[in-house]
């Protein structure tokens, strides 16, 4: 069995990772509860990067980092890599996210996603990203999920990412798209790892 240190401390990440990953010959390693790079990133790939590397080379071993966030299209793409720190709370984060769009008719958004794969001495071998688009609603609705799920709206779903239960989030979001190619790329290359 393979051992990958997934490079986060996100216990809702961690939830939804290790789902996908249960049909997979792969054991999920968690960092440190003290692993917290500076994520100084001017994108979503940087600052996957700055954790995978972090945690290769503090664990020893080949390390799984995601950056993501919400890229709201009105607002120029904000709050994107700022996401998890737009506002100090979850629920002001999402306050402030409906705040920013009144009046607004554009409410298109999409949620980002990307992974980073580095080996055991934190060189880069594989990334990947997922996209999910949709639309920022005016109150939220739904009670799964975390961050944004309850005003992300998907139009072919009829629903917020937080009415959706988790193997219905793990078909369409931007994480599970970007994990489901970072584990054919793992398979792929089952051998060389």
């Known amino acids: 069995m393979k051992r990958i240190v997934l490079a986060t401390q996100n216990k809702n990440k961690l939830i939804e990772m290790q789902a996908i990953f249960k049909h997979f010959d792969i054991q999920i390693i968690n960092p440190p509860s003290d692993f917290d790079p500076i994520e100084d990133g001017k994108t979503f790939f940087d600052n996957s990067l700055i954790k995978a590397k972090a945690a290769s080379r503090l664990m020893g071993l080949p390390a799984l980092a995601d950056d993501s966030g919400l890229q709201i299209e009105a607002l120029g793409g904000a709050p994107g890599v700022h996401s998890a720190r737009w506002a100090q709370t979850n629920a002001e984060r999402i306050q402030k996210a409906i705040d920013s769009l009144k009046g607004q008719d554009n409410r298109n958004a999409q949620f980002v996603c990307c992974m980073t794969l580095t080996d055991s001495k934190g060189e880069l071998l594989y990334t990947s990203e997922g996209i ?17 799920d309850p005003i992300f709206f998907i139009p072919e779903l009829g629903k917020t990412m937080a ?9 369409i979001s931007h994480r599970s798209i970007a994990l489901k190619q970072m584990i054919e790329f793992l398979n792929s290359q089952r051998e060389n790892l």
């Open 132 to 148: 999910c688009k949709g639309i920022i609603l005016k109150e939220q609705k739904g009670t799964n999920g975390f961050g944004y």
């Open 163 to 171: 009415e959706l239960n988790l193997d219905e989030k793990n078909k």
